[in-house]
């Protein structure tokens, strides 16, 4: 079973960057929609983006034109840059792995904006 590690949160000034990795520990070419989502604290968790094997992505309405997530199939990686950091955007990130049936998700990293 693939595992999902992310990494790149931290804390970051409104209207900073960061860029999360979710790497995975086998292929993810199979896998028919990679995600990212996000928990706020009290909030329930949210889809924050998505993009399908073939390349076709979504987003959430308030992170639209300021994230871009993105798939690297030979490097077994999917990346979320994100832009215009808001301290709304607080939240713990979780990367998702999913197919027609089942997800398997990582263990979340932290991202903190200061206003």
């Known amino acids: 079973q693939v595992q999902l590690v992310e990494s790149g949160g931290g804390l970051v000034q409104a209207g900073g960057s960061l860029r999360l990795s979710c790497a995975a520990s086998?292929?993810?070419?199979?896998?028919?929609?990679m995600g990212w989502h996000r928990q706020a604290p009290g909030k329930q968790r949210e889809m924050v983006a998505g993009?399908?094997?073939?390349?076709?992505?979504n987003y959430a309405d308030s992170v639209k034109g300021r994230f871009t997530i993105s798939r690297d199939n030979a490097g077994n990686t999917v990346y979320l840059q994100m832009n215009s950091l808001k301290p709304e955007d607080t939240a713990v990130y979780y990367c998702?792995?999913?197919?027609?049936?089942?997800?398997?998700w990582g263990p979340g990293t932290q991202v903190t904006v200061s206003s």
């Open positions: 086998g292929s993810i070419f199979s896998f028919h929609v």
């Open positions: 998702a792995a999913s197919t027609r049936t089942t997800s398997t």
């Open positions: 993009i399908t094997s073939g390349g076709g992505t």
